[in-house]
């Protein structure tokens, strides 16, 4: 995946978006420079960010992981930092991956703090199936944001590739999403990568208003 190009000059006006990702075999990375990229159209300064790998290097050499990936690591109290986080991750079993869980059982101190509290979130996710999990998955995700305080945007039938059916695709109301296939052969199509762009661009607007609203109080 070719780098999302850095975000531009910053502006105090303009809301900060973090897309937090994980990605095994590359397909929620993909999405992730979508969302991005959306997020930057959307007028927000905009960052990468993945969580670490737990597997040990051997295994994950030995079962194919896609360990080159650039984005840098996320740190836990950097969250508070942003008015918009969008989060990524593929399903198992229905649920979020233990690498993503991991980090957001490290965020105890935010949540203690309320720092998090009304900060647009938002989720997207990959599976290897049509019927794999992936709502029950963006659930899983957002269960997390919605226990922090912050306002969840999904993405809403507005997006017109919701209502496709020529083609197999992945995404629901409650975020983007990719099919992989059962052996990760299939690659985000451009409806998916619309999806996710649209849903970064929609949290970037809606964390605009909520931060010119609060900046009209101070």
Not at 62 to 77: G, I, M, N, R, V
Not at 88 to 94: D, L, W, Y
Not at 132 to 152: D, P, R
Request: hydrophobic share 35%; charged share 15%.
């Amino acid at each position: 995946m070719t780098s999302p190009t850095p975000s531009p000059a910053a502006d105090p006006s303009a809301p900060r978006v973090l897309v937090l990702y994980y990605s095994t075999y590359g397909h929620v990375e993909t999405l992730a420079g979508s969302v991005v990229a959306g997020a930057r159209q959307g007028g927000a300064e905009t960052d990468l960010r993945r969580v670490p790998e737990l597997v040990p290097p051997e295994v994950a050499q030995s079962h194919h992981f896609k360990l080159d990936q650039p984005a840098p690591l996320a740190e836990p109290e950097t969250l508070a930092d942003y008015d918009g986080i969008i989060v990524g991750a593929p399903t198992r079993f229905g649920r979020m991956p233990s690498q993503m869980a991991a980090f957001w059982e490290r965020t105890g101190g935010l949540w203690l703090r309320g720092a998090l509290i009304g900060k647009v979130g938002a989720a997207f996710t990959s599976s290897g199936t049509q019927h794999g999990g992936q709502e029950t998955t963006l659930y899983s995700i957002i269960t997390n944001l919605l226990a922090h305080g912050m306002v969840i945007s999904g993405l809403p039938y507005s997006f017109q590739g919701l209502v496709e059916t020529s083609e197999v695709s992945g995404g629901a109301p409650w975020g983007a999403g990719t099919i992989a296939g059962t052996d990760g052969s299939r690659h985000p199509i451009e409806n998916e990568k619309q999806g996710a762009f649209y849903l970064g661009q929609r949290v970037a607007r809606l964390a605009a208003r909520l931060k010119a609203t609060e900046d009209a109080k101070t």
